[in-house]
């Protein structure tokens, strides 16, 4: 079908060490995008990728989309605790925007 | 701005019981769309409405209905309350489907008894 599928589900880590979500699709995709939402909030967007090979940073947060454009990664050096919440990608399509299950990220300070 | 505006905030309801829940946007987005949000599962798309005037289903549906009333508002209609649709419900919109990001309200969380 059109799922995304991410891993791991959950992630515990100390603050200081770092962090990767992957995002794995059967099918290419034309786009992907990112979002987190922190624990009772909405998601927020984070980042759309739509070039084969793409890499965009955001501080401490490098997102990289595939040279195939079948999965995607969400990379968070030295975690902090403020980076605390769910990361979601979220597959682009004409019409729909379908949400993998996304990754819980816990710190520990 | 407001940015996406949900009501009501908190909803308890008994099983058969209907009621609508209501969006609204105010930043001139042609896209809106619901999501449901369960422990586990992510966020799973109802309905979603491209542009005004239409409407298309997502990936759960069944037991819902939908009414893009004008550009600025999607409403979400459970006719008949079960147990199963106890969840948090976000309302999103996007100036464009499928490549535009979403921009959320700030959710609905129901409870059917």
């Known amino acids: 079908g059109q799922q995304v599928m991410q891993i791991p589900q959950y992630q515990h880590v100390q603050e200081g060490e770092d962090f990767t979500t992957y995002c794995n699709s059967s099918t290419t995709l034309s786009n992907i995008q990112w979002y987190k939402q922190r624990p009772g909030g909405h998601p927020v967007f984070l980042i759309q990728l739509v070039k084969s090979g793409e890499v965009k940073k955001q501080k401490r947060l490098t997102f990289q989309f595939?040279?195939?454009k079948k999965n995607s990664s969400l990379h968070i050096t030295a975690t902090q605790t403020t980076d605390v919440g769910t990361y979601f990608c979220v597959r682009g399509n004409t019409g729909?925007?379908?949400f993998g299950q996304g990754t819980t990220l816990q710190v520990k300070p | 701005n407001a940015g996406v505006t949900q009501t009501p905030?908190?909803?308890v309801l008994k099983t058969g019981q209907s009621m609508t829940l209501?969006?609204?946007q105010d930043m001139n987005h042609n896209s809106m769309y619901w999501y449901r949000q369960d422990p586990g599962m992510g966020l799973r798309l109802i309905y979603y409405s491209a542009s005004e005037g239409t409407t298309d289903k997502g990936e759960v549906p069944n037991g819902y209905n939908v009414s893009r009333l004008n550009k600025r508002e999607f409403s979400l209609r459970l006719e008949s309350a079960a147990p199963s649709q106890t969840s948090v419900y976000f309302c999103a919109s996007s100036e464009a489907t499928g490549f535009s990001p979403l921009h959320f309200g700030n959710?609905?969380?129901l409870t059917v008894t």
């Open chain 1, 66 to 68: 595939g040279e195939a």
């Open chain 1, 96 to 98: 729909k925007l379908i």
């Open chain 2, 9 to 11: 905030k908190f909803q």
């Open chain 2, 22 to 24: 209501q969006c609204a």
């Open chain 2, 107 to 109: 959710g609905t969380r």
